[in-house]
């Protein structure tokens, strides 16, 4: 007789160094403190400088950023090619197939995403009995070819990327001329549900099963079953809100109760593909387990990109956020849902509360019975009313059930508030990444998608399932805390601007804003400077980064505070006014040649004219002025002499850092010749700006300082006043 026992299907290991960090960061915040005591206790009288304005009026405008939708998949966006290794990677999950069901959500509508997976369909039936036989990983097809050069099998290999790349030369012939080949056309019935298509925003629910286990065409060559395959795209109508991939979702959600209803949905984006096909059954391990799984409702992975060059020029990694952050949430009830590579229980996602009796019976796990007697086409039919654009009207979609509507972050939001209907979620980050996808490789897209995250982040906390009221007694204090830190994003471009700005225009004028060198209020500075940044080197580090990449990232750290996160703020006040249109920009994940060999290079792109570009140019202009000013000024006129350094040696380190730190700046501005460069429009526009800003600044202060002659002598009593306290 064996002795059945029952052993946890997960643990929980705690980090290390966490008495350490806590000590370090209980000296910084003292440290701080003490600078508050400063700044309170030495307020200089030259800084009445209140009718100075900001001459950058017009660049917080987002007219030029153009409206798309928020799409799951868009030929135009994600290259059909991509979505299907998506879709392949996921059917080939370690998973009996007969109880896998795999949906494409195609917002955009699009023949030619359909036909793309028409085709995987038919290569999937050669491709998954490959996976099982030689234990394939990753199961992305694209993925796969590229890793593996040399095998036990090359015969089978040669043969299965034949037929691969047959497959994606046709698909990619398919998207350039822009229609499908007439044959397949008239071959598949499912193209005629284009009859009625007007616009991808204006057509009739479409969706098609394409493998099904009744149909008896659905068999792989070795004659197993294969997963559910479907392909919809909900209707669209331009006069009702689609609500953008939270509506998405919720048709998704709808259609797939009907047709298999599955007990765990796992929701992908199409430019990520599985790397481990495992990983469905890991996270199965979370939600089964005994003692815990009750309580959980999702297990999110990290978002890992393939993209990442050695030195990561646009910070892309998110290393800090997914390595530190998130497991740190996971400890305080779980990470936010971040809308990709998700595993979520369909009911909790359908708005069910939390309770301790909750116990579901695994065996039950089966398709609806009633459904077994309706014909495929029947089945099609009926779940199409699902998806109609009207079905949600005076129902609780999207306030209550589903995901969330009034949001740009519509998953972080619903994540929200599944864990304030008292459910917790885990955060899975294993050595192999479960998923995997591209990351921007150009500076306008990494700012544009943290310009999305910021705006939707702040969004949340200006709603009405804001963490820091709505949440309150809902979850514990230490999540709501580490949900504001992410939802007031966009707020610290204030604090961030002030320093990339003040210190510089009055270092330009020769007025100190930091103690000297020699005071002893100049210990607390150094002390929080240093340890910030050394800690985040290390931590850096420590993350496998390189030092060259830590201080990438500490630029992109600057930019999307500068520009991203100040547009995010503008936008989402205005919008909450109701001034301007949601506007919505996405990602292109298409790879340019040239674009491409920069990135390899780690070269920056800049790309054609934006608002945000002006600002981070401005910036970098104005520091570059300010400080070649002041040594100018240091040289021609010979009173102040190096004292200036002892005086003002933080302003100087300040604005060196700033101006070290734009160095690719200048570059694209003046130097570069390719078309990655910034172009002409901003360069004069920043220069202009930055040079007006200095102007300005000196002019409006004048009446503040004496002549001259006798600014020497002033800053020197000035100063020696300090040195007295
Ligand atoms: C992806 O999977 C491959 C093979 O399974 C593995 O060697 C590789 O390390 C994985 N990539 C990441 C980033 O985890
Ligand atoms: C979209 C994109 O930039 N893709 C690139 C990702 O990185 C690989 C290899 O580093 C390139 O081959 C792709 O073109």
């Known amino acids: 007789m064996a002795a059945v026992e029952h052993s946890p299907l997960f643990e929980t290991k705690s980090a290390k160094g966490r008495v350490f960090y806590k000590i370090f960061s209980l000296t910084l915040f003292v440290g701080i403190c003490f600078i508050w005591v400063f700044r309170v206790s030495h307020i200089p009288r030259e800084s009445e400088v209140g009718k100075w304005d900001t001459p950058s009026d017009g660049t917080f405008s987002s007219g030029n950023l153009s409206d798309k939708d928020y799409l799951k998949a868009d030929p135009g966006i994600e290259p059909p090619v991509m979505v299907i290794n998506t879709v392949l990677s996921v059917m080939a999950y370690e998973y009996p197939p007969d109880k896998l069901s795999v949906y494409l959500s195609d917002d955009a509508g699009s023949d030619i995403t359909f036909y793309a997976l028409l085709e995987a369909s038919i290569f999937a039936k050669q491709w998954l009995p490959f996976c099982r036989k030689f234990k394939v990983d990753p199961t992305s097809p694209a993925a796969y070819f590229k890793t593996i050069h040399s095998s036990t099998h090359a015969k089978e290999l040669v043969t299965i990327k034949k037929l691969y790349q047959d497959m994606e030369s046709r698909i990619e012939n398919a998207a350039k001329m822009g229609r499908v080949p007439e044959e397949v056309h008239s071959k598949h019935k499912g193209f005629s549900q284009w009859d009625s298509y007007s616009s991808r925003r204006d057509h009739d629910t479409i969706l098609q099963i394409l493998l099904h286990e009744k149909d008896s065409s659905s068999k792989d060559v070795d004659g197993n079953v294969m997963p559910l395959l479907v392909y919809l795209a909900r209707e669209k109508r331009p006069q009702v809100a689609h609500n953008f991939k939270a ?183 294993p050595q192999r990444r479960a998923f995997l996808g591209v990351a921007p490789n150009t500076l306008p897209q990494t700012l544009v998608q943290h310009k999305r995250w910021s705006e939707g982040c702040f969004q949340i906390f200006l709603s009405r399932h804001s963490p820091a009221w709505h949440a309150y007694g809902l979850i514990s204090p230490g999540l709501q805390m580490a949900y504001c830190y992410y939802n007031l994003w966009a707020f610290i471009c204030w604090p961030t601007l002030y320093y990339c700005v003040i210190p510089s225009l009055y270092l330009l004028k020769g007025i100190p804003l930091f103690p000297q060198m020699s005071s002893p209020w100049f210990i607390p500075f150094a002390y929080v400077i240093l340890g910030d940044s050394s800690y985040c080197m290390m931590e850096f580090l420590w993350l496998k980064g390189t030092v060259k990449g830590w201080w990438n990232e500490l630029r992109i750290w600057l930019y999307k505070r500068t520009s991203s996160y100040l547009f995010a703020f503008v936008d989402t006040i205005l919008k909450s006014f109701g001034f301007s249109e949601s506007t919505f920009v996405v990602s292109a994940k298409v790879a340019e040649e040239e674009v491409s060999q920069r990135y390899e290079k780690e070269i920056m792109e800049f790309g054609s004219s934006s608002p945000m570009l002006t600002v981070v140019a401005t910036l970098a202009l104005l520091n570059l002025f300010c400080l070649l000013g002041m040594f100018l000024k240091q040289v021609f006129m010979s009173e102040g002499g190096l004292r200036i350094f002892d005086a003002m040696a933080l302003q100087v380190l300040l604005s060196g850092v700033l101006v070290l730190i734009n160095v690719p700046v200048y570059q694209g501005l003046f130097l570069r010749k390719d078309e990655g460069r910034l172009p002409m429009s901003v360069a004069a526009k920043s220069t202009a700006l930055a040079l007006s800003a200095c102007f300005i600044f000196r002019n409006l202060t004048n009446w503040f300082d004496l002549p001259d002659q006798f600014r020497g002598e002033r800053n020197t009593l000035w100063r020696e006043e300090w040195m007295e306290d």
């Open 247 to 429: 509506g998405a979702m919720n048709s998704l959600i709808r259609v797939s109760s009907m047709i298999s209803n599955g007990e765990i949905i796992l929701n992908v984006d199409c430019d990520m593909y599985s790397n481990n096909s495992q990983s469905l059954r890991d996270a199965l391990c979370f939600l089964m387990d005994e003692d815990m799984g009750h309580e959980i409702a999702y297990v999110q992975t990290p978002q890992c990109f393939e993209n990442i060059t050695k030195n990561d020029l646009y910070g892309g990694a998110l290393r800090v956020i997914f390595e530190v952050e998130f497991h740190g949430m996971d400890s305080l009830g779980g990470p936010l849902y971040a809308g990709t590579g998700c595993f979520h229980r369909r009911e909790i996602l359908c708005g069910r509360k939390f309770s301790d009796q909750y116990e579901k019976d695994w065996n039950e796990y089966k398709n609806i019975g009633d459904m077994k007697e309706v014909s495929l086409h029947e089945l099609e039919e009926q779940s199409k009313a699902l998806a109609s654009c009207t079905f949600e009207i005076n129902t609780l979609w999207g306030k209550e059930v589903g995901l969330l509507y009034g949001c740009s972050l519509d998953d972080v939001m619903t994540g929200l508030s599944i864990k304030c209907r008292g459910w917790k979620s885990v955060f899975y980050n």
